[in-house]
């Protein structure tokens, strides 16, 4: 039992590691429903798959067992990464899409029987694929079987948890943004007890099961069922959060917890309103869409799918200047030195990003680790360069001084952009004041517009509660 549930000196370190970085890249990673988990119990955790990479990081954080990950297979291909996989203990999975015709997974499947036996843990991302929409993808029926199969099987154990968990990335690229990790209710997994099942009572027994883990991992992520629809969902979340805001509800900030159920009830407010006044609904539509597209044209707009503004990141803001004028003046050399220190893995990690082109899902995940490695290692050879110039203690002097000499030049390039890019706007809005005009005016409007909404399906859902 300790095999499979105590981690290993390895997985702890790689653990505090990853504590370290994502720490480091989100400003605030809050998780909810640990209270879910019984550690006594088998568990599989079932997981949305927003991310690539970076999810399961953010899973195997918040379980205190060793938790054995079932990835794909040509990620065990990968050098170095490969070997620490096998290291913690990760199952290759084979999926069709990476291999003409059929595929054998029995092996894996029987892997993670035998470490359930074992009253482990297993995480499995049922969508069988990393993407960047703002939805929960069909679920495939292998978790299903693998929990079914566990409970059914002589010596396993009689019964088991499925924790459906939800990652809602509030903007999914972006340094120091939030993250809410959402642990729903268990859903447990028993033996059937019955010699008579038939196949087809098999098969009913797998499509109830999955389809129960992917309404679980809905109730717990960001759900939009249209692609068309995320931005419009984006944007109207950033005219609810100003409404709030005026109305004094959220004057110390939302939670990325409460930034999630908000963006749930909008969305759950934009099919109400669709079922009950579709003509309505869609002429709203038209504006929201119109808005956002004016936005975009007179360069003031934000990522489209964005659920977390730059003003909102608390902690380092990007919406206004925390130096002033005179901390730019003052700050000057302090932030030419940090610029000229990080300017050349700056350079690098930007020319990987123009050259590889990373999928959405993808951007955060390359910054993360093409950060570490290229900062890294500028900074260790600088402080080695040091080190034979000039000896022990000003090498030292130098390492420690280059990470914080680094976050404030990057601090001081963002009020620099500030002030040139509120000297930019200024002289776009006097160029285009009356677009700019009639802008803001559609903005009332549809504040306007969004209150009223908002009032009538809070009534109807107090009615209906």
């Known amino acids: 039992m300790a095999s499979a ?10 653990r505090l590691i990853a504590r370290g970085v994502l720490g480091s890249f989100y400003r605030h990673i809050e998780v909810t429903g640990l209270e879910h988990i019984d550690p006594t119990v088998p568990t599989i955790l079932a997981s949305t798959h927003p991310n690539s990479i970076v999810d399961p990081l953010l899973v195997g954080l918040s379980e205190h067992r060793q938790v ?9 291909r990968v050098p170095v990464f490969g070997t ?30 035998a470490v359930l036996a074992r009253a482990g843990v297993i995480s499995i991302f049922p969508e069988g694929k990393t993407h960047a929409r703002m939805r929960v993808e069909p679920v495939k029926t292998g978790i299903s079987r693998i929990a079914i199969d566990a409970v059914d099987e002589a010596g396993g154990p009689e019964r088991l948890h499925i924790i459906p968990i939800g990652l809602n990335y509030l903007v999914r690229e972006a340094f120091r943004s939030d993250v809410h990790v959402a642990f729903g209710p ?25 389809e129960r883990v992917g309404a679980g991992m809905r109730a717990l992520a960001v759900h939009v069922e249209r692609e068309e629809d995320e931005r419009l969902i984006a944007q109207v979340t950033a005219i609810v959060v100003g409404i709030r805001n005026e109305e004094g509800l959220d004057s110390e900030g939302q939670s990325p917890a409460e930034r999630t159920a908000l963006v749930r009830r909008i969305i759950d407010a934009y099919r109400w309103l669709e079922t009950e006044d579709p003509i309505r609904c869609a002429r709203l ?100 360069a040091t080190l034979e110039l000039a000896g022990f203690w000003p090498a030292l002097g130098l390492g420690l001084a280059l990470p914080p000499l680094t976050v404030f030049a990057h601090r001081y390039a963002i009020d620099l952009r500030l002030y040139r890019f509120g000297l930019r706007s200024n002289l776009k809005r006097l160029r285009e004041r009356r677009r700019f005009a009639r802008m803001s005016h559609t903005r009332r409007r549809l504040t306007r517009e969004l209150t009223v909404l908002r009032t009538q399906y809070l009534a109807q859902s107090e009615q209906s509660a």
């Open 186 to 210: 268990p859903i447990v997994v028993v033996s059937s007890n019955s010699d008579t099942q038939t196949e087809a009572d098999a098969r009913e027994r797998v499509r109830a099961l999955t």
């Open 84 to 113: 620490l996989l096998r290291a913690v203990g990760a199952v290759p999975i084979r999926r069709r899409s990476d291999h003409a015709g059929a595929v054998d997974n029995s092996q894996a499947f029987a892997e993670c029987r």
């Open 68 to 76: 054995t990950f079932c990835a794909r297979d040509g990620l065990f």
């Open 5 to 14: 549930t105590t981690p290993s000196l390895l997985y702890r370190a790689l």
């Open 285 to 384: 539509r038209e504006r929201v869409v119109h808005y956002i597209d004016e936005r975009r044209h007179l360069g003031v707009g934000d990522r489209h799918r964005a659920l977390q503004k730059r003003g909102e990141r608390c902690l380092g803001r990007e919406d206004r200047s925390i130096l002033g004028p005179l901390g730019l003046i003052l700050g000057a050399p302090l932030g030419l030195a940090g610029i000229t220190a990080a300017l050349l893995p700056y350079l690098v990690l930007r020319l990987i990003l123009l050259l590889g082109r990373p999928s959405t899902y993808r951007i955060a995940l390359t910054k993360l680790l093409g950060g570490i490695a290229l900062f890294g290692a500028w900074f260790a050879l600088l402080t080695w």
